[in-house]
């Protein structure tokens, strides 16, 4: 059962463009919603996260956009750069001892120059 | 410093060997993970640890072993190799058992031959 659903599988923009990538979730409880970057050889590094009680979060050229009730997040990097090409990941975790990080699985993103 | 720092980066060994991965954190974190990424780049959770203590061991076969000797260290432990556990290893840390700002290491590309 996959419980983080994103979408592209993969991503073609043009340099200066705007990329989005969407993610469903299907658990009710998660309450927390980051984005991670990875990069060829690398480990995914934190990019952006939200909580349920905000709808939009941006930090730079990134905004995670959030809507609760349809139980869906996205991504928008705006103004797209040869260097934001890389894997991005969706998660999602719910508060607990129990929780941990559930990822979708991943965009990959080219930003043709 | 290395916030997270695994070794080795890559290993490639014979089917049937036993081996480890070594995981070291210096950002004070309490929780730490193992999660497994196959050729298709999907991330999954293997083993959480809060504390030095185990509290997630996701279906993952015994001949995994997960060892935290103290807080900041979580050590992967291969018994009896077999081509399908050839992937990418990386390992995580948190400072909540939710993997809320969850930063990872580099990786360990596992290749079994």
């Known amino acids: 059962q996959q419980q983080v659903k994103q979408s592209p599988q993969s991503l073609i923009v043009q340099k200066g463009g705007i990329s989005i990538i969407n993610c469903a979730y299907e658990?009710?409880?998660?309450?927390?919603f980051p984005w991670y970057q990875q990069f060829p050889g690398k480990g995914p590094a934190l990019l952006i996260a939200i909580r349920p009680d905000v709808s939009e979060k941006k930090e730079g050229r990134f905004t995670i956009s959030f809507n609760k009730s349809a139980k869906q997040f996205s991504l928008h990097i705006m103004d797209s750069q040869p260097g934001d090409s890389a894997t991005y990941f969706c998660a999602a975790s719910h508060g607990g001892s129990q929780g941990n990080l559930i990822f979708g699985k991943g965009t990959k993103l080219s930003v043709k120059p | 410093d290395t916030a997270v720092s695994q070794t080795p980066k890559y290993l490639v060994t014979q089917m049937g060997n036993d081996k480890s991965i070594k995981c070291e954190q210096n950002l004070g974190h309490d929780t730490m993970y193992w999660y497994k990424q196959d050729s298709k780049k999907f991330l999954k959770i293997m083993f959480s640890?809060?504390?030095?203590?185990?509290?997630i061991n996701e279906t993952v076969p015994n001949r995994f072993s997960p060892k935290s000797p103290d807080k900041a260290h979580l050590n992967l432990h291969i018994n009896s190799l077999e081509l399908g556990d050839s992937a990418v290893y990386f390992c995580a840390s948190s400072p909540t058992p939710a993997g809320t700002e969850a930063f990872f290491g580099q990786g360990t590309r596992l290749t079994v031959v």
């Open positions: 658990n009710t409880a998660f309450d927390y």
């Open positions: 640890y809060n504390n030095k203590e185990l509290i």
